[in-house]
Structures are given as C-alpha cells and as structure tokens.
C-alpha cells in the first residue's frame, strides 16, 4: 500500500520539483504599494514603489496596476502575487475588511484579473511575508513559525508543516487585535486596546508626538528633528534618533518593545511556536526594540523555567518580504494548477 503524504508533503513536492519563470509581488500597505520582480530562488530583480493614494479602492487598483506593467516591462512574467492588509475570503478573491483601507467586501482578485489580464493570486500581506521568512529567510526549516510584522500596524501569520495556516474562515494570524489592553486606545477595527495601538509603528509616533507637545526637556532633539511640528513626527523619525543615540526616543523604543515582548507571551501559551520572526519597517530598531521585547517575553511567558521557549529573531528579508511572499506563493499557486 503506498503511503499517504505527511502534512506540507504536496506541496514540498511542487516546491522541490522547481518552478521556472518570474512572478511579480505587490505589497499594499496603509502607506505604500511596493512591487517587485521576483525569481524563483527569492531574489528581487527590480522593483518600485509608490504611496497609498488614501482610501479609495479604484485609485488603489490603479497604482497596482502601473506597479505591475512598469514592473513587468523587460520580464517574461508567470504569475502576480498581490499581498493586501485585512480579512480575506481566499476562495473568492474578496478583501472582506481592512482596517486601514476602504475595502469592504473588495472583489480584489476578480478587479485585478480584469485590469491586467493576468493570473492574480490574493493573499494577506502578513502570510505573504511569513511564508518568504519560511522558505527564504529567518524561519527556513522550522515546522511552526509565527510572523509578526511592525509596521503601520501589527500583521501576523503562521506557517505550520510548509502551509500558511489561514483557520477555518480564513481571517486566523489577526494578532494585532487582540485586547491587550481593555478600554485602551481606539483601535481602526473598532475596538479598544488592541496590541497594534501599543506595540507598533503608528503606536511609537503616537507616544512621541504626545512627549514633544508636552514639551518636555527630553523631547529636545526630537522637535528640534521636525523643526517643531510635532504633526510630522512618526514612528521612522523616532527610530532614527534612537539609532543615533538620542536617549528619549531609546525611551520610547523600549517601552514598545516591552509591549511587544508581552503580546508574543500571550500568543506563545496559545500556540506554542518554535521560532518568532519579527518583520516590518519598525525592526529596523533592531535590538533597540528586540532585547526588551525578549525580556518582557521572558518575565510573561506561562510556565516560564518549566517549558522550553520559542526564540525571537529578526526577519532576514526586511520590508520586501511581503512582496517576495506574494509572488512565490503565487508562482505556487500556478505550480499546483498546471
């Protein structure tokens, strides 16, 4: 009799047989549209971005658009992986909600399709970036990987025995809504509290902006930065003073990263990974905001001294592996079509 393939074993298969051709990732953010030519072995052969033109989904559709045909002049393209913030009905191709853009029920793969006249795949930009992370970067050969990804938000995704674990509607890896603080900060979701509000890009502009208009002698360096419109100050200008050494926005670094250490307590007695990677624009801090986020994992981590520990890395692919995971999944995706 023969054997029934293990878990992920299929689709090992397809992935050690080899998929020839490029394919194009575009990762949509609340703040930019990044694309990028994409090879089969991971690597970026060109790429542009552009930013979010607010939240109109037609103005959206359109800048993916010319991402894909400036990107796809020169290449002999496969397939177009698109990786979109919010809840995904996959088999549809329907964004069914996106906390920081104006979809709602967004035919996306079907819109896309029609424009480009190509094979589109959709999925979440986090599972994007954490199925990259799994087949090319920091969490290469580890069966349960969870990905977090810092950036205007907080994304997250698991890869479990070489699969994307989606749940059963499809919406599972929506870490950063998780309340982690009842009746905290308003949350774009509607809730209040939520672990994005305090462990993320937007959230460490936030805290900085609230110093500086307090005018605080600390806050000096960091109005001086932004000519004193505290308006301007964001979570990038934060993150480059502290890597310059300013002592305030260090401050600020470590306490969203103790934030972020005590979420990934709470997601570890839950699912018990084997390896964190921590991605997204906000981990160029690197151990600024990684150490203390260690060290709050530590001192929160259920049954901490009696059970082993999931280890917390930084991502290896930095902001592209978004774009990167779009494309290879959709090149799978074609793979296992064909």
Partial sequence: MQARPGPGQGLREHL????????????????????????????????????????????????????VEELAAGHRIS????GAAGWMDLDAGTVLFSPHLAWRNEPLRANLQSLLRRPVLLTNDADAAAWAE??????????????ITLGTGIGGAMVVD???ERGRFGVAGEFGHQIIMPGGHRCECGNRGCWEQYASGNALGREARILARANSPVAHDLLAAVD????????????????????????????????????????????????????GGL???????????RKAFARN?????????????????????GLIGA????????????
């Fill in 16 to 67: 050690r047989l080899g998929r020839k051709g490029l394919a194009i990732g575009i990762d949509i953010g609340g703040t930019k549209v990044a694309g990028g030519v994409v090879d089969a072995e991971g690597r970026i052969l060109s790429e542009t971005r552009r930013s979010t033109p607010g939240s109109d989904p037609r103005a959206v559709e359109k800048v993916i658009v010319e991402v």
């Fill in 327 to 338: 494309a290879d999944l959709s090149r799978v995706s074609s793979r296992m079509r064909s």
């Fill in 283 to 293: 981990c160029s801090a690197g151990d600024l905001l990684l150490e203390p986020a």
């Fill in 228 to 279: 004193g419109n505290t308006d301007r100050i964001t979570g990038v200008t934060v993150t480059e003073l502290a890597l310059a050494g300013d002592a305030a926005c260090r401050e600020l670094l470590d306490e969203v990263g103790e934030w972020l250490g005590l979420g990934l307590a709470n997601l570890a007695a839950a699912l018990d990974p084997g390896l964190f990677v921590i991605g």
């Fill in 162 to 164: 070489g699969r994307v």
């Fill in 79 to 82: 397939s177009v992986g698109i």
């Fill in 301 to 321: 981590l259920t049954g901490r001294g009696f059970r082993p520990a999931a280890g917390i890395e930084l991502a290896a692919l930095g902001p592209n592996a």
């Fill in 134 to 147: 799994w087949r090319f970067g920091a969490g290469k050969g580890e069966d349960r990987l969870v990905c």
